[in-house]
T-cell receptor, first 112, second 115 residues
Framework: KQEVTQIPAALSVPEGENLVLNCSFT??????LQWFRQDPGKGLTSLLL?????REQTSGRLNASLDKSSGRSTLYIAASQPGDSATYLC???????????FGTGTRLQVTL | GEEVAQTPKHLVRGEGQKAKLYCAPI?????VFWYQQVLKNEFKFLIS????????ETGMPKERFSAKCLPNSPCSLEIQATKLEDSAVYFC?????????????FGSGTRLTVV
């Protein structure tokens, strides 16, 4: 059974900092891994989708890396802004189960 | 449309009442998935469909939960005789394939409160 852990659980940083969110998963037989953002009381917004054959995927100030064999992914946010404040969730798509398994999330607060 | 549309946004039911939630997937997406978010970040997979056929129902509590995806209609998730523990946000997602290539697109969720 896939288990997904995200570290740290919560993070508060001043505006402008670069930061790294970590995700680890136990079953490396994945098709891809998605990073989502969830604002309080809102739905899930897909930020990046990284295929199992890829090492990195970039979108604007966001960069996600994937090391499938070691069961790790990181989300790098450059020059953080208050608007980045949200909960970030990683979700590998496990091959055998053919569904997403969500991590525990990292709650990010970026202060002025 | 280009978004997964979930209705209603909020639903309040007395314990024992029925609740019915709806999801319209993105046009052209043949897979639909239902997830339940309890507490803050605990997501539980419930069921998935390939068109109108159940693809995976391993997460469904069989006694009171049922779901359908019929042609030319929104998909639905129904809870008979709701319990307090059913209070959660229910998310629907759709994908073009099983999500292996293009990933999932999620709706904004339905918040169910059982009182």
């Amino acid at each position: 059974k896939q288990e997904v852990t995200q570290i740290p659980a919560a993070l508060s940083v001043p505006e402008g900092e670069n930061l790294v969110l970590n995700c680890s998963f136990t079953d490396s037989a994945i098709y891809n891994l998605q990073w989502f953002r969830q604002d309080p009381g809102k739905g899930l917004t897909s930020l990046l989708l990284i295929q199992s054959s890829q090492r990195e995927q970039t979108s604007g100030r966001l960069n996600a890396s994937l090391d499938k064999s070691s069961g790790r992914s990181t989300l790098y946010i450059a020059a953080s802004q208050p608007g980045d404040s949200a909960t970030y969730l990683c979700a590998p798509h496990t091959g055998t189960a053919s569904k997403l398994t969500f991590g525990t999330g990292t709650r990010l607060q970026v202060t002025l | 449309g280009e978004e997964v549309a979930q209705t209603p946004k909020h639903l309040v039911r007395g314990e024992g009442q029925k609740a019915k939630l709806y999801c319209a997937p993105i046009k052209g997406h043949s897979y639909v998935f239902w997830y339940q978010q309890v507490l803050k970040n605990e997501f539980k997979f419930l069921i998935s469909f390939q068109n109108e056929n159940v693809f995976d129902e391993t997460g469904m509590p069989k006694e009171r939960f049922s779901a359908k995806c019929l042609p030319n209609s929104p998909c639905s998730l129904e809870i008979q005789a709701t319990k307090l523990e059913d209070s959660a946000v229910y998310f629907c997602a759709s994908s073009q394939e099983q999500g292996r290539i293009y990933g999932y697109t999620f709706g904004s969720g339905t918040r169910l409160t059982v009182v």
